[in-house]
C-alpha cells in the first residue's frame, strides 16, 4: 500500500494547518493509520493514531490541540492542527499498520508502510 500526504506549510505561532493521507488501497496493513513526525536533529516522534473503528490515541504534546480523523470511504485520515508552535515545526509522516495496542502505536516500528512526509514550519 502507498501512503500520499499532503497539506504542510508554512504558518505563523498560534495558526492553523490541515495535513491529509490517503492510501492507495484498503488493507489490513492501514488498519492504524498514524502521524509522526521528526524535526532536524532528533528522532522521529509519535504524533496521533486512529483504528479503522476511530479509536483515537494521541501524544501529550499533540492532546488538546490537534485531531486526528478517518474517512474510511476514502481510505483518507486528516490531522487538524491548532494552536500551533515553533515547536511543532517538522516534517510530518503518515504510517500505516495492523491492527495493534494503544501503546505499540506510539511506536515507529510498528508500522509497516510509510508516506514521503511533508513540511509544516511554524514561524514565531
Known amino acids: 500500500v502507498q501512503l500520499q500526504a499532503s497539506g504542510g506549510g508554512l504558518v505563523q505561532a498560534g495558526g492553523s494547518l490541515l495535513l491529509s493521507c490517503r492510501a492507495s488501497?484498503?488493507?489490513?496493513?492501514?488498519?492504524?493509520l498514524a502521524w509522526f513526525r521528526q524535526a532536524p536533529g532528533k528522532e522521529r516522534e509519535f504524533v496521533a493514531a486512529i483504528s479503522w473503528s476511530k479509536v483515537t490515541t494521541y501524544a501529550e504534546t499533540a492532546e488538546g490541540r490537534f485531531t486526528i480523523s478517518r474517512d474510511n470511504s476514502k481510505n483518507q485520515i486528516d490531522l487538524q492542527m491548532n494552536n500551533l508552535k515553533p515547536e511543532d515545526t517538522a516534517i510530518y509522516y503518515c504510517?500505516?499498520?495492523?491492527?495493534?495496542?494503544?501503546?505499540?502505536?506510539?511506536?515507529?516500528?510498528?508500522?509497516?508502510?510509510w508516506g514521503q512526509g511533508t513540511q509544516v514550519t511554524v514561524s514565531s
Open positions: 504510517a500505516g499498520s495492523y491492527e495493534s495496542r494503544p501503546e505499540d502505536q506510539r511506536v515507529a516500528s510498528t508500522y509497516l508502510a
Open positions: 488501497a484498503r488493507t489490513l496493513s492501514t488498519d492504524i
